[in-house]
């Protein structure tokens, strides 16, 4: 079984978190292309949008039903599209990185947040079930102006911030040999913006991840992940002149792989 949580924001409660303009979009397209060609039965998305995608909701999808309803061995995609943050923890030299959700607030990021280093380190503990999780992030942690991120109060009075910073038949996942890991695979550096571009009306990520994700691979029925990394890091890269670059993170699994959506 492949389950994917599917999470897009462009509007947010706090009226100091920009809004963004293709994360929905991103998100429904991607759930929308999981539904279409992978076989009913052997998949489960659940798509959060804006107002759906509140701190609790996300938690509460990852780590209480999406643990409670995962058998041994299944598939996890995760797909984030939405701000990021950095926010100082207690010692003015750390920091975290963070996702927003729909309700966060500006001034308590560390609280109303989705901070990666603790909480999709708990998902993944309690979806330990599961033989492969994949991590997608369309979002950024530079803090700059401009993407998918922004520098919360903690941070933004830190004068050394810049140093932080063919066929149509449905595919049955049961025939597939997809190995076992753990991946995240993010938009871009610490250090650089996450792109959205109104021509393609995506962010330059998941546009990229699509194309990849449903490019015809003649006799192939999966793409491995090294693979569909290296092609959307090759296009990223090209279509903003190297100034984003698209970062993965191998926890375990580097035979892993992903259904081919073409």
């Known amino acids: 079984m492949l389950h994917a949580v599917v999470v897009g924001i462009d509007h947010y409660v706090d009226p100091f978190v920009p809004r963004l303009r293709c994360a929905a979009k991103d998100a429904q397209t991607l759930a929308g292309l999981l539904e279409e060609r992978i076989e009913r039965s052997e998949r489960k998305v659940l798509l959060l949008l804006d107002a759906e ?22 598939t996890v995609v995760l797909y984030f599209a939405c701000h990021g943050s950095p926010e100082r923890r207690a010692a003015r030299d750390r920091q975290s990185r963070y996702l927003i959700p729909h309700d966060a607030e500006y001034g308590r990021i560390h609280t109303t947040g989705i901070d990666l280093e603790r909480d999709v380190v708990v998902w993944l503990d309690r979806l330990s079930d599961a033989g ?20 919360g109060p903690a941070l933004a009075s830190t004068p050394s911030l810049a140093k932080y910073l063919d066929d149509p038949r ?27 571009d109104p021509a393609l009306g995506h962010g330059v990520f998941t546009h990229q991840l699509l194309q990849a994700l449903k490019r015809p691979r003649g006799e192939r029925t999966t793409v491995g992940l090294t693979e569909l990394y290296d092609e959307v890091e090759r296009g990223v890269r ?6 984003q670059e698209p970062v993965i993170s191998i926890l ?3 035979r892993a792989s992903l259904p081919c959506l073409g």
């Open 238 to 243: 090209q279509v903003t002149d190297g100034a």
């Open 170 to 196: 449905p595919i049955s996942i049961k025939k597939l040999h997809l190995g076992r890991g753990r991946v995240v695979l993010c938009a871009a550096d610490d250090n650089q913006l996450a792109r959205e």
């Open 252 to 254: 375990s699994g580097r």
């Open 132 to 151: 492969l999780v994949v991590l997608f992030l369309d979002a950024c942690f530079s803090g700059a102006a401009g993407g998918r991120t922004f520098t």
């Open 53 to 74: 995608a509140t701190q609790r909701n996300i938690m509460a999808a990852i780590g209480d039903d999406l643990h409670r309803d995962l058998e041994q061995g299944d």
